[in-house]
Every structure is written in structure tokens, then in C-alpha cells.
């Protein structure tokens, strides 16, 4: 027979059980009616990013906002970390650890989309030019994701434990914002994560969907500089002249045959010639041209092979043409390498059963790796190995791209001064899918 006593602490062990089920459940109608709710107030938080972009490393005002956003969140917030960087760390008891980033920057574009919201700002670049700024690849997007998550997250502490660090980045399109907020001490003076998350808008899918890639996802990108030096001359005397542009001109085919000819044919890789400059009229020999050059690959000993091949191309070539060692062409190697984004398998997968079970089914779509760059792999590739996966919310209004896909034309890209997003079911699903996806990983 059961004493009134005994059944007294088996209906308190039963309260509290029902109590613990109830607040580890994620109660996604809930959820999802408030996100909805709370969309409005995010798009206009976008539409204030977005007509007020900022260039990398000058990213004052949207760092200054996104940190009062986060402390309204009720997080701890830390501000100027590695630059114009945004730390806010909310801690709720013992359990894993999540970076959610977001990327604050702009890029030096005249946006021409006709919104009533659109950039007509202007800012001074490093050169002291002064520049139309547009946010052209969906930072804004990022910045409203990343608020409306924060808040969701923290109205939803009771079904999830753990600590939540979410971070405002600058200086993404320069390839120098997650290094420096590492190189001051990220992983020192925070918790080290044990997963990060970031999202990124993609203009070649429609809203409501999510672009999903297991292993690389962005490529290494590294830019390099060439000075082809000559010797300088007259235009009816080229014998009596070394010729910089005739040597440039082997150079460049040349260097199309470190894809075609040295590297692995199933490996990634890409040497573009994206700038080259000399000569200053018709009948003169200059005495130097200059070449800017973009390499992609996703394997960093491919890296390695493509940067050694263009020093050993150049140099052999201006041997060839007769020049002496001390006019050789030179090689730099710019200080602005991003590495190699590297979406994190079983991360990934764990990721996709959610964003499918809350978005529903057919919506997360396989997507192919690109050789874009994105400093996102960077919180992953420390000595501390953190997983981190990268995923791609559709920005494209379904209609336009439906209508797209009918007539075969091809819809603006990020970084085009005419992309424009569709700010509502974008920003919805993006908080959607990075609040079901830290609430999987910290769950009770």
C-alpha cells in the first residue's frame, strides 16, 4: 500500500518530469508565431542597413547598432574586437557552446535597384576617394538574421542551455575581419565554441528555400600582384627595347596552363587575370606593366602549387625575353588570403533534419560548391578545430525567379548594384532555420 507521503513524492517527481519535458520541447508553432510577429520590426532594421552601408574596416555605425540591438537581447556585449567587431555572449547554465556570426560591410557600388530604400550613401574609401556604398552581397540580410535570432533565443531560454555567442564581423569582402577578431583574442578572452553557425543570403535561390553544402563550400582566395618590368623604347625600334606588353602577353596564356596543365583535373582551381595596366601612348615601349591576378582553389597544397608555378612562370619568361636579374618581373603575394570555408559533415547533416522538419520538406536544396570567398572558415581552422557549417538562405522573390526560370534569363548576382533580395520571407526564414538549428545543438 502506497503512503500518503510515498504518493506525495512520486506526484512532485511526476510535476517535475512533466515540468523538464515540457521546457526541453521545442514548441515550433509557438516559435514560429513569433518570428512572425517580430519579421516587421526586422525588416525595418534591414531597411535602415541597407540604406546605410558601411565599407570594411569603417563599419561604425552598424557595429554601433548591432550592439545596442544585442544588449536590448539582454547579452553581454564587447565591442572593437578586432576592429569594428561585436562579441555578445549569453550564458544559461552548463551545455555546449554555439558562435552564431554575421558579417557587417558593404561594398563600393552605386546601387541602381529603384527601391524607395535604397543607398544613396557615401563614405571615403582608404584611398581618401569618395564613394557610393551599397550592401550588394546581403550583409544587411546577415546583420537582421543574426538580431532577430538573439531575440528569439533569448525569450526562449527555458529550451536551451548552454552559452550563446553571437557575433557582428567586420571586414568579410575584404577577407580580414574573422583574422583579426581571432588574432585579438576571440578564442582568449570568450568561450571557445564547440560548433559555429553562419548564413548567407543566395541570389540564385527563392525565398523560403535553404542552399545546403556538406564539405567545402567557399574557396581559398588569394590575390596577387605582378610588376613585368622591360626596358622602355620606341615603337619603330623594338629591337633596342625590352617589351613588357609582349611579355605580358605570355605571361598571361601562360599562366592559364597551371589549371590546364599542373594541377589535378579533379581538383578546384581557378588563376584569373583580373587587372593589367601599361603603356602610355600609341608608338612608345613602356617600361612596365602591372597585373592583378585572383587564385582560387579549395586544397591547400593546390594553393601552394598555383602561387609557386606563377613565380616560377614569370621569372622563366622574363629570362627568355633576354631581361637581366635585376628586371625580372616581380611577385607579391597580398596579405589578404581567405581560406577555404569547410562545412563540417556531420554538423552539417545534423543540421539539415532540422532546418527540413521545421521549413518542411523540399526546401533544403543541394547546392554546388563555389569558388567565392567567405572568412567564415576562418573560427573554424584554429588550433581548436571548431565544426563550423555555412548555409544559404533564398533571397529571390519566388515569382521573379520562377518567371527567370521561364524566359532563361539570368537573375542579378551578389555583388551586382541591381541585386535585391526580398527582405520579408528572406529574413523570416533565415531566423527560422538559425534559431532551429542553435536550439538543436543546445537543447536540454
Known amino acids: 500500500m502506497n503512503s500518503p507521503h510515498r504518493i506525495s513524492i ?29 519579421n516587421a520590426s526586422l525588416v525595418d532594421l534591414y531597411k535602415h542597413f541597407h540604406a546605410t552601408p558601411e565599407l570594411s574596416f569603417r563599419e561604425t555605425k552598424s557595429a554601433e547598432r548591432i550592439a545596442s540591438e544585442l544588449k536590448l537581447a539582454g547579452f553581454e556585449v564587447t565591442t572593437k574586437v578586432g576592429g569594428h567587431g561585436v562579441v555578445a555572449v549569453m550564458r544559461n547554465g552548463r551545455g555546449p557552446t554555439v558562435l552564431v556570426r554575421a558579417d557587417l560591410d558593404g561594398l563600393p557600388v552605386k546601387e541602381e535597384t529603384g527601391l524607395p530604400y535604397a543607398s544613396k550613401h557615401t563614405m571615403l574609401d582608404e584611398a581618401g576617394n569618395l564613394v557610393s556604398t551599397m550592401h550588394a552581397c546581403g550583409h544587411d540580410a546577415h546583420m537582421a538574421c543574426l538580431i532577430g535570432t538573439a531575440r528569439m533565443l533569448s525569450r526562449l531560454k527555458e529550451n536551451w542551455q548552454g552559452t550563446l555567442v553571437m557575433i557582428g564581423q567586420p571586414a568579410e569582402e575584404r577577407g580580414g575581419g574573422a583574422k583579426a577578431m581571432l588574432e585579438d583574442g576571440l578564442y582568449k578572452r570568450f568561450p571557445v565554441p564547440d560548433y559555429g553557425l553562419a548564413l548567407h543570403v543566395a541570389a540564385d535561390l527563392p525565398t523560403g528555400t535553404i542552399g545546403y553544402v556538406e564539405g567545402f563550400a567557399m574557396a581559398n582566395v588569394d590575390s596577387v600582384d605582378i610588376i613585368v618590368r622591360g626596358i622602355g623604347g620606341h615603337g619603330a625600334q623594338p629591337q633596342s627595347a625590352k617589351d613588357p606588353i609582349v611579355l605580358s602577353a605570355q605571361i598571361i596564356l601562360a599562366l592559364q596552363t597551371i589549371r590546364s596543365r599542373e594541377i589535378h583535373p579533379l581538383e578546384p582551381a581557378v588563376v584569373t587575370v583580373g587587372s593589367i595596366h601599361g603603356g602610355t601612348k600609341h608608338n612608345i615601349i613602356s617600361d612596365e606593366v602591372r597585373m592583378q591576378l585572383t587564385l582560387r ?8 602549387q598555383m602561387i609557386d608555378a606563377i613565380s616560377r612562370i614569370t621569372r622563366g619568361l622574363g629570362q627568355a625575353a633576354g ?32 532546418f527540413e522538419e521545421w521549413l518542411g520538406p523540399g526546401t533544403v536544396l543541394d547546392r554546388k560548391p563555389s569558388m567565392g570567398g567567405e572568412d567564415f572558415g576562418q573560427f573554424g581552422r584554429t588550433e581548436h578545430k571548431v565544426p563550423v557549417f555555412l548555409f544559404f538562405v533564398g533571397s529571390i522573390n519566388s515569382a521573379r525567379f520562377k518567371e527567370s526560370l521561364r524566359l532563361g534569363k ?35
Request: glycine fraction near 0%; charge should be positive.
Open 10 to 38: 512520486l506526484t512532485s517527481l511526476a510535476l517535475f518530469i512533466s515540468v523538464a519535458l515540457n521546457a526541453a520541447m521545442v514548441p515550433q508553432a509557438a516559435i514560429k508565431e513569433m518570428i512572425a510577429k517580430e
Open 323 to 354: 631581361l637581366p636579374d635585376d628586371k625580372l618581373p616581380i611577385v607579391e603575394l597580398k596579405n589578404e588570403h581567405t581560406p577555404a570555408a569547410y562545412n563540417d559533415p556531420k554538423l552539417a547533416k545534423r543540421a539539415r533534419v532540422v
Open 297 to 304: 582553389s579549395y586544397n591547400d597544397e593546390v594553393r601552394k
Open 410 to 444: 539570368a537573375l542579378p548576382s551578389a555583388h551586382s548594384s541591381r541585386y535585391a533580395p526580398d527582405p520579408d520571407p528572406t529574413i523570416k526564414t533565415g531566423v527560422t532555420a538559425m534559431t532551429a538549428a542553435v536550439l538543436e545543438l543546445m537543447r536540454r
